[in-house]
């Protein structure tokens, strides 16, 4: 919880929920591997933290709408869930048995803002204001994916879009997404290490992806 507090001044709910993680998903992983096992031990920075990157970007304005594709054990969604709980998130992954201990974690923390359904990106027929995302595809592919269901009248102060975060260098998916739709979508690019100091964060990047 140290890390979490040297960068987000939190309420007494949110300490509570962000230090009932350790335990919960170490209870759930040791039955279905939702993160993996080396990683466990580093839930707050390499999980926790890592969502919370985008908030270090945006402070999501009371009633913005965010989906989470791909949400593995529920991040970025759920520690997105906690920081914003005047905000709506929907949480999809394709596996069923990750969505379950998704909807058990979510159970846990009494979250009243979110939902975590078995879906793939393509299948869901709401909008949104945000999409966010870790590194479940290229940045070609999630904006196929999710291009069409991003809200068109933002209120926040960033505009809506896809909101991914992916390491590495990015140059040629860049130039394949500007290919692909023809320079539709603009891009922000954010270096995650200009945000917490951590060696972890070096290569990471938050994607901004606007039209």
């Known amino acids: 919880m140290e890390i979490i507090n040297?960068?987000?001044?939190?309420?007494?709910?949110?300490?509570?929920q962000f230090a009932s993680l350790k335990q919960i998903y170490g209870e759930w992983n040791a039955k279905i591997n939702v993160i993996s096992r080396k990683d466990i031990d580093s839930l707050y920075e390499r999980h926790v933290l890592?969502?919370?990157a985008i908030a270090k970007v945006i402070r999501f304005k009371e009633n913005t709408s965010i989906l989470d594709v791909g949400?593995?054990?529920?991040?970025?969604?759920?520690?997105?869930?906690?920081?914003?709980?005047?905000?709506?998130l929907l949480l999809t992954d394709s596996i069923g048995k990750k969505i379950n201990v998704v909807n058990e974690v979510i159970?846990?923390?009494?979250?009243?803002?979110?939902?975590?359904?078995?879906s793939r990106a393509e299948e869901v027929e709401s909008t949104f204001d945000f999409v966010v995302s870790r590194a479940v595809t290229s940045l070609n592919e999630m904006t196929s994916w999710v291009g069409n269901k991003i809200n068109t009248a933002g209120f926040?102060?960033?505009?809506?879009?896809?909101l991914y975060l992916k390491g590495g260098d990015l140059t040629e998916e860049l130039k394949e997404l500007n290919i692909k739709f023809n320079k539709k979508f603009k891009t922000?690019?954010?270096?995650?290490?200009?945000?917490?100091?951590?060696?972890?964060f070096i290569t990471k990047k938050l994607i901004h992806i606007f039209k």
């Open 156 to 162: 926040n102060e960033i505009p809506n879009g896809i």
């Open 6 to 16: 040297k960068y987000f001044s939190l309420n007494k709910e949110q300490i509570l």
């Open 71 to 88: 949400t593995g054990g529920g991040f970025p969604g759920i520690p997105l869930a906690i920081l914003f709980p005047e905000c709506s």
């Open 107 to 118: 159970k846990e923390l009494n979250l009243k803002n979110v939902k975590a359904i078995k």
């Open 188 to 200: 922000n690019i954010f270096e995650l290490k200009d945000i917490f100091s951590e060696e972890f």
């Open 50 to 52: 890592h969502s919370l």
